[in-house]
């Protein structure tokens, strides 16, 4: 397979890039093509602005949905956003790897996610009609390809867990496995989450390294997280509301977007 | 009363801009003090790396955590970051306004977080006990003081709602209220949230705009999304789970860190 490995961290000897090490060598080792995309390290531009959008006329107002779709389709999109793109439609897996800040991402990598996810290429694709709501979740440019994070966190674990004051991890994370990576069509695998990073002596990076070879191992056959598709009949169009009945009456919250009978065949496959 | 409005928006002559000064001139009506922290216009940086760390050795591994912690410290921050924390600590409210791309914050925005919410000032403050688990989550450096989010999202409320396709903006701003704004202290008011604007004429314009004065003339009686705080009682230390029995077994996400009693007593007062 082609993997890209997405990562944002600032420096070259940290945990993270030890991790990224780990990856990327097992990845290599099994005969994968790998490609890396080091934001920091390749002086990523974060912020979308003016200078994105080389055919806007200097006096024009920059509304960025159409400056992208206009830039998109015009093929005038800036180089480094480009060359993500290419590297994007090459990959059959991405992996976005990067430490947990204030409970999402580092600012350089949503200015990645902000900037290369462009309008006709990971949003406004498809038809909107009374059967679809364009494609988009579960459908998409890169629907077909697999995704998954790679996340360090100095926190403990039971601070992430189902009534840990943090929140749930996977909710923490459902923005961006669901509204990132799930929109424009990838099948999203399970995160990969280390804790206590801040803590961490050898004996416990041996651990942790062995358990993100056994992730890169299996890329190609962990079942990805059953998130229900939005044109498959589950979501009412065009409010885009889960049906009545799909799920009981008093159920809230991301879990709601979770296919019961896909999650319980994943559960048993495990 | 005293009020700072972070804004994040590249165009002066966006919606955002727009709606920001309705608020700013009603707020200013009433005879509060504001400022602006106007991201794009202040070329405001979004990276944290070496450059934000003066104390730190040319050889020396950037590690974010420790770096912020020493430089918070030695009062040796760079000026820009300085002037946000004083900023901060100078206003009674705080609002943050921002179009919701990829269902959060722009890159601009989060780089202004990671950058200013420093290690001894946002978090890493107060001591850890069997009592305590540090000033957080409605203690800490801002605590008694308030803040929300002003946003503005080109899909459909309906995509927002509860079973809506997105995930309900509730949940999606929780990392955000709950995670940024509660965790360092303040008081965190509902969301204004502005849907479809994209397609906005001036009669919707208008009555958008009335709806966001009628929030700046109530900034200091609305009240709060009742987060539970993190040292009241509701967790246990140091595994800050919630206790058992306090809420329903079966109850799942973030809407487990509202206290119910309190969010009952806030939606009578509606």
Redesign the interface.
């Known amino acids: 397979m082609k993997v890209l490995l997405v990562f944002a961290h600032?420096?070259p000897?940290?945990l993270n890039a030890a991790l990224r090490d780990v990856a990327l060598k097992d990845l290599e080792a099994q005969g994968h093509e790998v490609r890396m995309s080091d934001l920091?390290a390749d002086g990523w531009k974060?912020?979308?602005?003016?200078a994105d959008f080389p055919l806007l006329a200097p006096d024009a107002?920059?509304?960025?949905?159409a400056a992208s779709k206009e830039a998109f389709h015009a093929k005038a999109l800036t180089e480094d956003v480009s060359a993500e793109i290419e590297k994007l439609l090459w990959a059959d897996v991405l992996i976005l790897q990067f430490?947990l800040?204030?409970?999402?991402?580092?600012?350089?990598l949503?200015?990645w996610?902000?900037r290369v996810?462009a309008y006709g290429f990971a949003y406004g694709v498809g038809e909107h009609s009374d059967k679809r709501w364009g494609d988009r979740?579960g459908e998409g440019t890169l629907a077909g390809k697999r995704a998954m994070l790679i996340v360090t966190a100095?926190g403990?674990e039971?601070?992430y867990?189902?009534?840990?004051?943090?929140?749930?991890i996977e909710?923490?994370l459902?923005?961006i496995n669901?509204?990132?990576l799930y929109y424009p069509g990838y099948d999203v695998l399970p995160p990969f989450v280390a804790y206590r990073v801040?803590r961490l002596d050898k004996a416990g990076f041996d651990v942790l390294a062995e358990r993100l070879r056994e992730r890169m191992r299996t890329l190609a056959t962990t079942p990805p997280i059953p998130y229900r598709q939005?044109n498959g009949g589950d979501?009412l169009i065009?409010?885009?509301?889960?049906r009545p009945g799909l799920t009981d009456a008093a159920a809230?919250?991301?879990?709601?977007?979770l296919d019961d009978s896909r999650e319980a065949l994943r559960q048993a496959g495990e």
Chains 1, 2 share one sequence.
């Open positions: 600032p420096d000897r940290s920091y974060s912020e979308v602005d003016r107002r920059l509304i960025p949905v430490p800040w204030w409970f999402t991402m580092p600012a350089i949503k200015g996610v902000d996810f979740y100095g403990w039971e601070h867990s189902a009534r840990g004051v943090n929140g749930p909710d923490l459902f923005p669901h509204g990132i801040d939005q979501y065009p409010i885009m509301q889960l809230t919250g991301f879990a709601l977007h």
